[in-house]
């Protein structure tokens, strides 16, 4: 059985940083790109959007509203990925998901993840910024 969980999730003060884990256990990690995307409330749709993405070889795409304050990186060895976000904003608040994934032809990573196409995913974390 596949699992992803996510751990590190909680609150902190605007221009803050919090880290966030994902474990992931039943698959081989080279098999999937692995993401993160987060769902806010407080509005109609909750929207979902993607943050970051990694891929097998490393390489990172993210989410135009996190450039630069987020990190996403990954240990293979350990099955695990992690989200540095730092300078943290009232407008990160929201639910993170870790999702396991393979992007449709024609579409990044982000947008997969902004669109919810994805594999497997987590149970959230809470972020909260205020």
């Known amino acids: 059985e596949v699992q992803l969980v996510e751990s590190g999730g909680g609150s902190a003060v605007a221009g803050g940083s919090v880290t966030l884990s994902c474990t992931a256990s039943g698959y081989t990690q080279p098999d999937y790109l692995i993401g993160w995307f987060r769902q806010s409330r407080g509005n109609e749709r909750n929207a979902r959007e993607g943050v970051a993405a990694i891929d097998a070889d490393g390489r990172t795409a993210y989410g135009d509203s996190v450039k630069g304050r987020f990190t996403i990186s990954k240990n293979n060895g350990a099955n695990t990925a992690t989200l540095q976000m730092n300078s943290l904003k009232p407008e990160d608040t929201g639910v993170y998901y870790c999702?396991?994934?393979?992007?449709?032809?024609?579409?990044?990573?982000?947008?997969?993840?902004?669109?919810?196409?994805?594999?497997?995913r987590g149970q959230g974390t809470q972020v909260t910024v205020s």
């Open positions: 999702a396991a994934l393979t992007p449709p032809a024609g579409m990044t990573a982000i947008q997969a993840l902004g669109a919810g196409i994805f594999r497997y």
